[in-house]
């Protein structure tokens, strides 16, 4: 079974300031099938990035995704308050059928 | 505009059943696969179940399978997750989410109905 490690678990910065959040999966995966969540306190998650590179509908170019074979990165450019939340990487095509990491949470400094 | 809206939810004794519904509007629903993803309080995400477009697509996380069923009614445009045996650690959030087409993803979550097993 696939395992997802994202990290840091938490991370401290200020509004403004730019964001990298990694995932890494324990082997070898499709970048097809990485995406990344964002999930505000008190709300559902919501897709950020497909395909480890695409952006969601409505999401801005603040924030981009890279990654292939075992590494994704997650990049927030420039932090509003609204990204001060728990961030989720996700692997589709394993067994389970979906694999969510642990999650990163961004936190005000 | 697409909506998901999960209703069903509630308190209920270990070894009970519940069924929790998802109303979709907003998007054609029989065109989509649809996912239960759950969240126990304070923890993160976990993947429950999906059922493709037609309900000829199913698969289920291992916690789950032989006790909970997923179904739907693409004529009524809704979505259900059978839930029997129910034990403490089921409780939780229980969001559905429809997936995407081409590229696997959960693309819109309703806001979640919550399940609370405890005697």
């Known amino acids: 079974e696939i395992v997802l490690t994202q990290s840091p678990s938490t991370l401290s910065l200020s509004p403004g300031e730019r964001a990298t959040l990694s995932c890494r999966a324990s082997q070898t995966v499709n970048s097809n099938y990485v995406a990344w969540y964002r999930q505000k306190p008190g709300q559902a998650p919501s897709l950020l990035i497909y395909g480890a590179y695409n952006r969601a509908t409505g999401i801005p170019d603040r924030f981009s995704g890279t990654g292939s074979g075992t590494d994704f990165t997650l990049t927030i450019s420039r932090l509003e308050p609204e990204d001060f939340a728990v961030y989720y990487c996700?692997?589709?095509?394993?067994?389970?059928?979906?694999?969510f990491g642990p999650g990163t949470k961004l936190e005000t400094k | 505009e697409e909506q998901l809206r999960e209703s069903g939810g509630g308190l209920v004794e270990p070894g009970g059943s519940l069924r929790l519904s998802c109303a979709a509007s907003?998007?054609?629903?029989?065109?989509?696969?649809m996912n239960w993803v759950r969240q126990a309080p304070g923890k993160g995400l976990e993947w429950v179940s999906v059922?493709?477009?037609?309900?000829?697509?199913?698969y289920y996380a291992d916690s789950v399978k032989g006790r909970f069923t997923i179904s739907r009614d693409n004529a009524k445009n809704l979505l259900y997750l059978q839930m029997k045996s129910l034990r403490a650690e089921d409780t939780g959030i229980y969001y559905c989410?429809?997936?995407?087409?081409?590229?696997?993803?959960?693309?819109?979550w309703g806001q979640g109905t919550l399940v609370t097993v405890s005697s």
């Open positions: 989410a429809r997936e995407r087409k081409v590229t696997p993803a959960a693309d819109y």
């Open positions: 907003g998007f054609t629903f029989s065109g989509y696969s």
């Open positions: 996700q692997l589709y095509g394993s067994s389970p059928l979906y694999i």
């Open positions: 059922i493709g477009s037609s309900g000829s697509r199913i």
